[in-house]
Nanobody, 123 residues
Framework: QAQLVESGGGLVQPGGSLRLSCAASGNIFRIDAMGWYRQAPGKQRELVAS???????NYADSVKGRFTISRNNAKNTVYLQMNSLKPEDTAVYYC?????????????????WGQGTQVTVSS
């Protein structure tokens, strides 16, 4: 099994910046796509940004030009740099990763989720 641990959330004023990190550990052969999702109170979880193993990125329209996703494959870590934050960015942010591991019989790819980190944008 693998685990994802997020860090970097907190309270920030509108226009401010935060950087989220998510480190994967455990039984890992390879990590394919990684991404960040968020869920605001009373709303469905939505994709914020994703990045492939080849560093191709995808962003929600609402964060384009403000957020940047990146990854460090040597550290099994994905980052989300969030700039020009708005109150509507307030949500719990979740890390997601497609991790391939050896089961003892064959390789298996499973989607893992982090525990979530709160981001609050407020004056």
């Amino acid at each position: 099994q693998a685990q994802l641990v997020e860090s970097g959330g907190g309270l920030v004023q509108p226009g401010g910046s935060l950087r989220l990190s998510c480190a994967a550990s455990g039984n890992i052969f390879r990590i394919d796509a990684m991404g960040w999702y968020r869920q605001a109170p009373g709303k469905q979880r939505e994709l914020v940004a994703s990045i492939t193993s080849g560093d191709s990125t995808n962003y929600a329209d609402s964060v384009k030009g403000r957020f940047t996703i990146s990854r460090n494959n040597a550290k099994n870590t994905v980052y989300l740099q969030m700039n020009s934050l708005k109150p509507e960015d307030t949500a719990v942010y979740y890390c997601n990763a497609d991790i391939m591991y050896w089961s003892g019989i064959r390789y298996i790819t499973t989607a893992y989720w982090g525990q979530g980190t709160q981001v609050t944008v407020s004056s």
